[in-house]
């Protein structure tokens, strides 16, 4: 116990620096602990339900069939499921009925549950996947579409250059205490 945490100090000085060795970046504080709460840590519930639902319409998907009907004692030949395949018939022509349908009601939740987990981090599709509104082609209707994001991102860009400056702080002094720094 204390023996073993003895073995595993390096160095047992005093800290006299304002802050401590690490650049960390947080998406959003954790209500406990060191770390912060990351984007994904965030829409965990959202992704369970996603993954839940598709996997719902992957499985209706494959369950959909093509029944192949036939009138009682036709010689319907050789009948094949590959494309592009040859086949025959003697008597009539054998009727093929697709069996079933995704539900739009889970393809609508599928699509909310996607639309909210744009909206809880802040991000709208459209600039996530860096498009304009349609019909928005002046400067000024631009930042009004965007004034949203940009408060999101403003609040983000204080956190991050302060990273970034304790990041770099940190570096000078290093290249100061190895000497290299001129």
Same mark, same amino acid.
């Given at each position: 116990?204390?023996?073993?945490?003895?073995?595993?100090?390096?160095?047992?000085?005093?800290?006299?620096?304002?802050?401590?060795?690490?650049?960390?970046?947080?998406?959003?504080?954790? $209500?406990?602990?060191? %770390?912060?709460?990351?984007?994904?840590? &965030?829409? #965990?519930?959202?992704?369970?339900?996603?993954?839940?639902? =598709?996997?719902?319409?992957?499985?209706?998907?494959?369950?959909?069939?093509?029944?192949?009907?036939?009138?009682?004692?036709?010689?319907?030949?050789?009948?094949?499921?590959?494309?592009?395949?040859?086949?025959?018939?003697?008597?009539?022509?054998?009727?093929?009925?697709?069996?079933?349908?995704? $539900?739009?009601?889970? %393809?609508?939740?599928?699509?909310?549950? &996607?639309? #909210?987990?744009?909206?809880?981090?802040?991000?709208?599709? =459209?600039?996530?996947?860096?498009?304009?509104?349609?019909?928005?082609?002046?400067?000024?209707?631009?930042?009004?579409?965007?004034?949203?994001?940009?408060?999101?991102?403003?609040?983000?860009?204080?956190?991050?250059?302060?990273?970034?400056?304790?990041?770099?702080?940190?570096?000078?002094?290093?290249?100061?205490?190895?000497?290299?720094?001129?």
């Amino acid at each position: 116990p204390a023996e073993l945490a003895a073995a595993w100090v390096e160095m047992d000085e005093k800290w006299t620096r304002d802050r401590f060795p690490f650049a960390v970046f947080r998406w959003s504080k954790a $209500p406990l602990g060191f %770390l912060g709460t990351g984007i994904a840590e &965030e829409l #965990k519930p959202i992704q369970i339900e996603l993954n839940y639902l =598709l996997g719902k319409v992957q499985e209706i998907a494959n369950a959909i069939t093509n029944s192949l009907w036939v009138r009682n004692g036709e010689n319907i030949g050789r009948i094949s499921n590959k494309n592009n395949s040859v086949n025959t018939y003697t008597n009539t022509l054998p009727q093929m009925l697709t069996m079933g349908v995704i $539900p739009p009601e889970l %393809l609508q939740q599928i699509q909310y549950l &996607e639309r #909210k987990a744009y909206e809880q981090i802040g991000v709208s599709q =459209l600039s996530a996947s860096s498009q304009k509104p349609a019909g928005l082609n002046s400067g000024e209707a631009l930042k009004t579409a965007e004034s949203g994001l940009v408060h999101r991102v403003r609040s983000l860009m204080t956190p991050f250059g302060d990273v970034w400056e304790h990041a770099m702080l940190m570096g000078v002094r290093l290249a100061v205490a190895n000497g290299d720094y001129r």
